[in-house]
């Protein structure tokens, strides 16, 4: 049914939420170990910054692959 569709179109958002947020605690673990490199002296400041927009960069795609799969998922169940 059309009710069934929509809660499960809602699941999928959820789950979809819940993916970008595990993204982004990996991106807040990955720069943390950049700051704590960079205070052992293990990494230069230059290469901290550098690091911090690839991990960036990195995040974006990957939540912007989430959205699109979401986005894909929703629209099929939506489709009668």
Same mark, same amino acid.
Not at 5 to 12: A, D, P, Q, T
Not at 21 to 27: P, S
Not at 56 to 61: E, G, R, S, V
């Given at each position: 049914t059309e009710e069934r =569709?929509?809660?499960?179109?809602?699941? @999928?958002k959820a789950l979809g939420e819940n993916a970008k @947020?595990?993204? =982004?605690?990996? =991106?807040r673990d990955a720069n943390d170990k950049c700051k704590d490199m960079l205070k052992k002296k293990e990494m230069t400041e230059d290469e901290q910054k550098a690091s911090e927009k690839i991990v960036?960069?990195?995040?974006?795609?990957f939540c912007g692959d989430v959205d699109k799969a979401v986005s894909e998922k929703e629209k099929e169940i939506m489709t009668v």
């Open positions: =569709r929509k809660e499960l179109s809602k699941n @999928v @947020v595990a993204i =982004r605690n990996i =991106r960036q960069d990195l995040t974006d795609k």
